[in-house]
């Protein structure tokens, strides 16, 4: 018959005793099985009683623990006992908290795990309450919770506005180091693009910024730095340009250069998989004003070519030169020196006849008919 | 003067002789000693090869959990890790230096098991333990997919030695409760408790197609007489079989046995060949082939398992119970079979394995069977007869293997026993040599059995003669490379080279008829 109590608080087992008839002397042996393995003692027995010197460490983790009694490989007795854990101090409270970033708007929400442990690492018994408390700006929430097998465990839902709540586990008066989880804005908003510019000419060197409005969730939460945002700019003559820009205080910014030629561009951005903004158009116009073609003595001859405020296109500015006679087109490519240019048809070996020449410098076009002798 | 001369030269030489094989003696077994390590000590943990070292079964109920949900593969790395760290534990405890333990407890939890290995060692105590199956229920999974808390209710097997004696053995059932939390990518128990509650482990049920009424066998509850033959093909015996065999030499092998009015076959299931841990479909199938082929002739079939197997410690038990859930379960309703025969011969292990490990692992093995095919009789093919009733509570019936003198043969039928018995090999060879001074002749081996079936007769017991052909090769492997051997083993044949009947294959063919 198993002397010692049949539970036990763990780290103060005095030892292991059994009242047994047998002779005095006999060998015995104690079999221990416990949670991380088993173990065994021999001792021998006194006066209808035999104690096993267990000052062993084993018996600090808690859970039930198997006994057998063995004399001379035979079973004498099997016992369970159960090493509780010490609940004569504060325990240490053991927490855990995740996801630590969620987002804003009450969907969303962190899960904290927490349990209390003895000064020799076993968990609290079954039903140990666990203190719960979650303060931001003005909320405050506070629950307990009871531990199941070993842990208990809570949800916070997630407020409308986005920062930084703090989390606190606490149990039995100890507790926790505290949990931040940041609260991200959520799903942003539509938005719309607004672009800045020097001038509304294709000069090919000017920096146009395009920039989208403060991007917001629907709670009015400015969407977090960093996040990207997709520029998409299509132009009238079919070309397509990405570009990519990380959000700072809620808005994306990109700088593109200027077209070297009219155009009209259309931007749209997007934040992928999330939302878009309204379309925006950017019309370039030419950077060149109107300039006088001349045919003389069978030479073309072009300019002087002025910019949109009025002085001399730089030198090798390109005219594109495109020749039309029935069916057949001839296209060339001239450079301006000092605002002007000159054409000799005859270089290009054409056919006698009369053809439409058009003349494209910077988008600014040009129309001449021409007599090929 | 010459005699002396001739004395001295012989001394010299004698001496020679007598010194080179002591040199030779010496060196081999320094040798042997310096490439046999004393301990297994991992060095490294085995990354991804756990699985090659420890296979226990597992199942998981239905998943219920609170929190998250489960995904697949996050269940699977969580089995993986969560087993392996057994392995580790075990290891630990049995006084070998792991590395693995680092990945599968935190430090805290590492910490107790370390202890309770350092007590162990502390008291010259050794633990050989194993878990054998895990029932787990998850509990809890949380919503960062970093924690969970899991119930285990497992099975497992300890082996306590002191100064390297054998002491006891048991078998445990508990369960636990356990939090596991993932970190560098390894699930790491954080706490494991051994909790109060005890799930009983299901039983399953028998159809009882063969079983014993008490010392006789029933086969679909009609009493039946085992008159079998253990078979190899004559080009093909031990480990040239499963690669070579095919229907056809079956079918004609099986038709000539059942002619011969035997009605129970023993063949043999290698290891190594048909797996181990990781059973091969391909032999699977093989093995199939021959149990229909078999049943088609009306053949009953005693399959002997783990033939050419050495894995009997605790640690690799594991491995076994795969390789026996993979076949038995397989054919556990396949009419053909007769019964499971753990091991050829596993007495003849105990000196180099140690006689409590072998018969540890024999028990396990036998309950692990009957666990997985509660259809079929069990026993264990023992060499010596002195060995049968060791574990009478284990097999269904005794089988012991029988060379010796047919008289003989009654003193080792006790009176006490209990159960059916089956002399699984008996026989005599035919192998005769001018050189060889103990030769045999067909003649011999007729006298032999015509003498040993009386006995067997008068005390109506099922046997399996050993074997239907002579050999034409054998591998090094079976009896080693001594010729005479060899010779002796490839002459036990019923029927001799060129496939001419032997005088003792009408002699069995005749005792099988009239035999009931």
């Known amino acids: 018959m198993l002397l010692t109590g049949k539970r036990q608080i763990a780290g103060k087992l005095p030892g292991i005793s ?82 630590k970033q969620i987002l804003t708007g009450g969907e969303d929400f962190t899960m904290v795990i927490g349990t209390g442990v003895d000064s020799l690492d076993n968990p609290w018994p079954r039903g140990t309450a666990v203190d719960y408390e979650y303060l931001f700006k003005r909320t405050f929430k506070k629950r307990s919770v009871n531990t199941k097998t070993l842990h208990s465990y809570t949800r916070f839902f997630s407020d409308d506005e986005s920062g930084t709540p703090v989390i606190t586990v606490a149990s039995h008066g100890s507790s926790h180091s505290e949990f931040n989880v940041t609260l991200y804005p959520n799903r942003p908003e539509t938005f719309s693009l607004e672009y800045d510019r020097s001038h509304k000419y294709a000069d090919g060197k000017q920096v146009t910024a395009i920039k989208t409005s403060v991007i917001k969730d629907e709670l009015r939460n400015i969407i977090a730095d960093g996040t990207l945002v997709y520029f998409k700019i299509v132009s009238n003559l079919g070309t397509t340009t990405y570009a990519t820009a990380g959000m700072v205080n809620g808005i994306a910014t990109i700088r593109l250069p200027a077209p070297k030629e009219a155009m009209l561009w259309t931007v749209q951005a997007f ?82 006849g009369l053809y439409d020449v058009v003349l494209n410098c910077g988008g600014q076009i040009a129309y001449k008919q021409i007599l090929v002798q | 003067m010459n005699k002396i001369k001739k004395l001295y030269m012989t001394y010299v030489i004698l001496s020679f002789l007598g010194i080179s094989i002591i040199l030779f003696i010496v060196s081999s077994r320094l040798v042997a000693y310096f490439k046999t390590a004393d301990k297994t000590i991992i060095q490294f943990r085995p990354a991804n090869q756990t699985k090659l070292l420890y296979q226990p079964s597992y199942t998981w109920e239905p998943l219920q959990n609170e929190g998250r949900e489960m995904e697949k593969h996050t269940l699977k790395k969580i089995t993986k890790d969560y087993l392996a760290s057994y392995y580790y534990q075990n290891e630990t405890l049995a006084g070998r230096k792991t590395a693995g333990l680092k990945d599968h407890f935190t430090e805290k939890s590492r910490d107790k098991v370390m202890l309770a290995a350092f007590e162990t060692e502390q008291q010259q105590q050794e633990i050989r333990s194993t878990t054998i199956a895990h029932d787990l229920t998850l509990d809890f999974y949380s919503e960062d997919g970093t924690l969970v808390v899991l119930k285990d209710t497992n099975i497992s097997h300890y082996q306590l030695f002191e100064n390297e004696q054998f002491i006891l053995s048991g078998y445990d059932t508990t369960s636990y409760d356990v939090m596991l939390l993932l970190e560098d990518n390894f699930w790491r128990i954080r706490h494991k408790v051994r909790s109060e509650t005890e799930i009983p482990m299901s039983v399953s049920t028998s159809n009882e197609c063969t079983k014993t009424e ?122 053909a079979i007769f019964s499971w025969d753990i091991k050829n011969e596993p007495d003849l292990d105990f000196e180099s394995k140690g006689k409590e490990t072998v018969m540890e692992w024999l028990s396990f093995t036998c309950k692990r069977i009957k666990s997985y095919d509660p259809n079929h009789l069990v026993t264990i093919g023992w060499s010596s007869p002195e060995y049968i009733t060791t574990l009478k509570n284990d097999v269904d019936y005794y089988s012991f293997h029988y060379y010796k003198a047919p008289e003989d043969l009654p003193t080792y039928l006790k009176a006490d026993f209990d159960k059916p018995l089956l002399l699984e090999e008996m026989g005599q060879h035919s192998y005769s040599s001018w050189w060889y001074p103990f030769r045999k002749t067909k003649e011999d081996q007729y006298q032999y059995l015509s003498e040993l079936t009386k006995v067997i007769r008068e005390n109506t017991i099922s046997y399996a003669i050993w074997t239907l052909y002579d050999f034409r090769k054998i591998p090094d492997n079976v009896v080693g490379k001594i010729p005479w051997r060899k010779n002796i083993q490839k002459n036990f044949g019923l029927i001799g080279n060129r496939n001419k009947k032997k005088k003792a294959f009408q002699l069995m063919s005749d005792f099988n008829k009239i035999y009931l």
């Open chain 1, 18 to 99: 059994y009242a047994i008839d047998i002779q005095e002397g006999a060998r015995l042996r104690l079999l221990v099985l416990h949670s991380f393995g088993l173990h065994s003692w021999q001792a021998n027995a006194a006066e209808c009683v035999v104690s096993f010197p267990t000052s062993s460490e084993l018996w600090n983790h808690s859970g039930e623990v198997e006994l057998k009694l063995f004399f001379e490989n035979q079973l004498l007795s099997e016992e369970k006992l159960t090493i509780l854990p010490d609940t004569s101090y504060a325990p240490l409270v053991e927490a855990y908290c995740g996801p």
């Open chain 2, 214 to 335: 008490g010392k006789h066998f029933l086969v679909d509850n009609v009493r039946f007489i085992s008159k079998g033959i253990n078979y190899y093909p004559a080009d093909f015996p031990w480990h040239l079989f499963w690669d070579n065999v095919n229907a056809s030499l079956l079918n004609s092998d099986f038709g000539l046995i059942k002619s011969a009015h035997f009605n129970t076959l023993r063949v043999f299931v290698p290891y190594e060949k048909f797996g181990g841990a990781e059973v091969q479909e391909e032999y699977i199938i093989k093995l199939g082939n021959l149990l229909d082929i078999a049943h088609k002739h009306k053949l009953k079939v005693i399959i002997t398992l783990f033939d050419f197997f050495l894995g009997y410690d605790v640690n690799k038990w594991t491995l076994s119970d795969r390789h026996t859930e993979g076949i038995v379960t397989r054919f556990k309703d396949h009419p």
């Open chain 1, 271 to 352: 934040i992928e998989d999330y939302t878009k903004s309204t379309e925006s158009s950017i019309e370039y116009l030419p950077s060149v004003k109107p300039y006088p073609v001349a045919f003389e003595e069978g030479m073309m001859k072009i300019g002087p070519i002025k910019g949109f405020s009025y002085q001399f296109v730089p030198d090798h500015t390109e005219i594109n030169i495109t020749l039309c006679h029935k069916d057949e087109h001839y296209k060339t490519v001239l450079y301006t020196a000092g605002g002007k240019a000159t054409f000799d048809p005859e270089k290009l070996n054409l056919t006698r």
